[in-house]
């Protein structure tokens, strides 16, 4: 029998078949050769024994959060406790060109924001990069008729930092979900954690997958591979005149080109710089 594994813990995962969940082992034979099945595998299992005896391939696959053959990645920041980060978005952005998958940005708690020139500025930056931003309010429901939409026949990983209104956003999306909500730590100035695993959870001929926060995301690039990834460069490094562009000092650099006419806002080149200072070279350059 076919299904999705649709959550895991402690060696038990959770398929969902047609709606009916069955919680099945995998395969002693699976460790030997180094299979590790994940939130989002489809796999065969025998229905008698409870044992899951293959996994198919993966269209994708993300190492952090742990899921696999993910169709969107739907980014979640919040304006305010924890204040809006550009930096972390960009990394978040970046690594959804990684895996090439498509993106999209949701703004929480608006209700809560005073500053309306963040907030356009945040609109005018990443939809000047093409990158869809919504903002909403989880408590006011302001918003999120938009946000619905996003999820439709898709399997969507969620993605954020601990405390943005992940939990929040899936519960307003649909109150059946009931996901268990953290709580944003003034002390600390970070969420505190509720989502401890994975889940994928079913909406609209697709799912939505819940995942755990976290304030740090190591993307693990060279410089040459963030010149190819970075949120707008993905498409402009391959009409640099050098091949092995890195948009810092070369001439005829067609992103020094798009920053000069005001195409790219110098915000989204500032951080770029800042990223490309903490990664190594790929090559070493002379």
Same mark, same amino acid.
């Given at each position: 029998?076919?299904?999705?594994?649709?959550?895991?813990?402690?060696?038990?995962?959770?398929?969902?078949?047609?709606?009916?969940?069955?919680?099945?082992?995998?395969?002693?034979?699976?460790?030997?050769?180094?299979?590790?099945?994940?939130?989002? =595998?489809?796999?065969?299992?025998?229905?008698?024994?409870?044992?899951?005896?293959? *996994?198919?391939?993966?269209?994708?696959?993300?190492?952090?959060?742990?899921?696999?053959?993910?169709?969107?990645?739907?980014?979640?920041?919040?304006?305010?406790?924890? =204040?809006?980060?550009?930096?972390?978005?960009?990394?978040?952005?970046?690594?959804?060109?990684?895996?090439?998958? !498509?993106?999209?940005? *949701?703004?929480?708690?608006?209700?809560?924001?005073?500053?309306?020139?963040?907030?356009?500025?945040?609109?005018?930056?990443?939809?000047?990069?093409? $990158?869809?931003?919504?903002?909403?309010?989880?408590?006011? !429901?302001?918003?999120? =008729?938009?946000?619905?939409?996003?999820?439709?026949?898709? *399997?969507?990983? $969620?993605?954020?930092?601990?405390?943005?209104?992940?939990?929040?956003?899936?519960?307003?999306?649909?109150?059946?979900?009931?996901?268990?909500?953290?709580?944003?730590?003034?002390?600390?100035?970070?969420?505190?954690?509720?989502? !401890?695993? *994975?889940?994928?959870?079913?909406?609209?001929?697709?799912?939505?997958?819940?995942?755990?926060?976290?304030?740090?995301?190591?993307?693990?690039?060279?410089?040459?591979?963030?010149?190819?990834?970075?949120?707008?460069?993905?498409?402009l490094y391959n009409k640099c005149y050098f091949a092995n562009c890195l948009h810092l000092s070369e001439n005829r650099c067609a992103v020094k080109h798009y920053l000069s006419?005001?195409?790219?806002?110098?915000?989204?080149?500032?951080?770029?710089q800042k990223l490309s200072l903490d990664a190594p070279y790929k090559i070493k350059r002379y």
């Open positions: 029998m076919k299904g999705l594994v649709v959550a895991s813990s402690f060696g038990t995962y959770a398929v969902s078949v047609n709606g009916t969940l069955f919680y099945i082992k995998p395969r002693g034979a699976f460790r030997q050769q180094g299979i590790k099945p994940m939130v989002g =595998d489809y796999v065969e299992f025998d229905e008698i024994d409870l044992v899951m005896n293959d *996994v198919f391939p993966r269209s994708t696959i993300l190492k952090r959060p742990a899921i696999a053959n993910i169709t969107q990645l739907v980014l979640v920041f919040s304006l305010v406790e924890p =204040d809006f980060s550009y930096l972390l978005a960009f990394k978040y952005l970046t690594y959804a060109n990684m895996h090439n998958l !498509k993106v999209s940005l *949701v703004i929480t708690k608006i209700d809560k924001n005073e500053n309306i020139e963040l907030v356009e500025q945040i609109k005018s930056t990443f939809e000047s990069l093409n $990158i869809h931003v919504y903002f909403i309010s989880n408590k006011t !429901k302001e918003g999120l =008729d938009e946000v619905k939409k996003l999820f439709k026949n898709e *399997v969507s990983c $969620i993605m954020g930092q601990t405390g943005v209104g992940k939990s929040s956003l899936i519960n307003a999306i649909d109150t059946n979900y009931a996901r268990a909500i953290g709580e944003y730590s003034k002390a600390l100035g970070r969420g505190k954690h509720r989502t !401890k695993e *994975v889940i994928l959870l079913p909406y609209q001929g697709g799912y939505i997958a819940d995942t755990p926060g976290f304030s740090a995301l190591d993307l693990e690039l060279s410089k040459e591979e963030l010149a190819v990834f970075y949120p707008s460069f993905n498409t006419s005001h195409t790219i806002p110098s915000l989204v080149y500032e951080i770029y």
